[in-house]
């Protein structure tokens, strides 16, 4: 299930975790209708997020111990700087999308990022990777937007649903 490279998706992920708590301080303070409060579900995400890391590092440390060493551990990610680089570019799509997604707008970004995602984990099927990113995007902004009543990040399109 864990393997010894693990531990580049582990630090990753708590690096993300802790950062986004970093950022969320400020969401702490704000009052909400909500009696948990705007900073509850992602305060929740970004410790489980910890979590997840945490026991990414320890399993591929445990495997890189059992199979000789600390020699292994630095040489885990040149083995696989394949998967390295994947999770790097997720990473930067995830980075882009929060930084534009204020200003360019959910239906637009969205879909980049799901398709930027599929590209980087191999899919090259053109019609699979717009079909998906579509059909998502649609079907998500629907759900929060007109079920639920959320406000979504129109950015461009904000004159046309306001």
Same mark, same amino acid.
């Given at each position: 299930?864990?393997? &010894?490279?693990?531990?580049?998706?582990?630090?990753?992920?708590?690096?993300?975790?802790?950062?986004?708590?970093?950022?969320?301080?400020?969401?702490?303070?704000?009052?909400?209708?909500?009696?948990?409060?705007?900073?509850?579900?992602?305060?929740?995400?970004?410790?489980?997020?910890?979590?997840?890391?945490?026991?990414?590092?320890?399993?591929?440390?445990?495997?890189?111990?059992?199979?000789?060493? &600390?020699?292994?551990?630095?040489?885990?990610?040149?083995?696989?700087?394949?998967?390295?680089?994947?999770?790097?570019?997720?990473?930067?799509?995830?980075?882009?999308?929060?930084?534009?997604?204020?200003?360019?707008?959910?239906?637009?970004?969205?879909?980049?990022?799901?398709?930027?995602?599929?590209?980087?984990?191999?899919?090259?099927?053109?019609?699979?990777?717009?079909?998906?990113?579509?059909?998502?995007?649609?079907?998500?902004?629907?759900?929060?937007?007109?079920?639920?009543?959320?406000?979504?990040?129109?950015?461009?399109?904000?004159?046309?649903?306001?």
């Amino acid at each position: 299930m864990f393997k &010894k490279t693990d531990w580049i998706f582990g630090s990753i992920s708590i690096f993300i975790g802790a950062a986004t708590l970093f950022l969320m301080r400020g969401l702490i303070s704000l009052k909400s209708m909500d009696p948990a409060g705007p900073a509850a579900m992602p305060t929740i995400v970004a410790w489980l997020m910890i979590l997840i890391g945490v026991i990414h590092v320890t399993c591929a440390v445990v495997l890189i111990k059992r199979e000789g060493g &600390k020699s292994e551990l630095s040489n885990a990610g040149k083995k696989d700087s394949g998967g390295t680089q994947k999770v790097v570019m997720i990473c930067v799509a995830c980075v882009g999308y929060y930084f534009l997604l204020e200003k360019i707008g959910y239906i637009f970004m969205t879909p980049l990022l799901i398709t930027a995602i599929m590209l980087s984990v191999g899919e090259r099927q053109a019609r699979k990777i717009a079909a998906t990113s579509i059909i998502t995007t649609a079907f998500l902004f629907c759900v929060f937007y007109f079920a639920l009543k959320v406000n979504m990040p129109l950015g461009l399109l904000d004159s046309l649903f306001n």
